[in-house]
């Protein structure tokens, strides 16, 4: 166990951490970085990125994060594996324990600690997980080559994760609780083009079943209270893509959230209800949760730490 010292301290990678932490080396804040327990964040499980700047032929996601961490390494930013486990903002400098017991005083925290997909509660999630349920179409989709598989949800990231797995499965189902997409026009007519994605709306999954892995899911279809008909689907895969609920537990109590555990930005910069303390990222953004907006908030964090600490020192 050791304990160091730094200017500011990032918690969390992805586009908003590796962003924050370019900015923050920059500026001679010689930045320390946790890159947490998926390092680049939700990106590295994405496919094909067609809408940050400066890739017109598009990016994998991974090597999106990859050469966003490079180049926050090059300034000088250090990264550490492992995660924090304790914070104390009681007092300055911020106190930081890792998973290692070691500990960090930091003059500025950035929290970009991003967000994590939402399951259905269905008792056989947890028993099929692994063995038929995922939900990252794009980490498990090679899978399921030639099968038949299931997407829930009805925005963009399902229709992308159904038009993803539609080039490797026989056959994709779409499971919409309401009777329309909530995905922008575009990603609805690319899924409505697919011959082999079918579109079952106003339905709901009542369990999943299987031996020893996944074989189907039980459906409830309901057209109103009046009409409703149960089905079971035979499938091999089932993807979740129902949202996602931000990483906040460690500063529950600590920082002030919305309803939804999302950190509360009271000012018109990044700063959290604690001076000092900044967030960026999926977060503390329950509108957006893009990329580029992601990175833009990393930045702004940045400057916003930068311009704490000449102003408090």
Partial sequence: MFTSKTKCLIIGSGPAGYTAAIYASRANMEPILYEGTQPGGQLTTTSEVENFPGYPEGVMGSQLMDDLRRQAERFGTQLRQGTVTAVNFDE???????????????????????????????????????LGVSACATCDGFFYRGRTVAVVGGG????????????????????????????????????????????????????LFGTEFLEGAHLLQFANTEQQREFDIAIDGFFLAIGHKPNTELFSGKLDMDSNGYIVLPGTNQQTSIAGVFAAGDVADPHYQQAICAAASGCKAALDAERFIMENS
């Fill in 92 to 130: 300055r400098p911020f106190k930081i324990t890792n998973d290692s017991g070691d500990t960090v005083t930091a003059d500025t925290v950035i929290i970009a600690t991003g967000a994590s997909a939402k399951y259905l509660g269905l008792p056989d999630e947890s028993r099929f997980a692994g």
């Fill in 156 to 207: 963009d990231t399902a229709c992308e994760e159904a038009l993803y797995l539609s080039n490797l499965a026989k056959k994709v189902y779409l499971i919409v609780r309401k009777d329309y997409l909530r995905a922008s026009k575009v990603m609805q007519k690319r899924v409505f083009d697919k011959d082999n994605i079918e579109v079952c709306f106003e339905t709901v999954t009542k369990g």
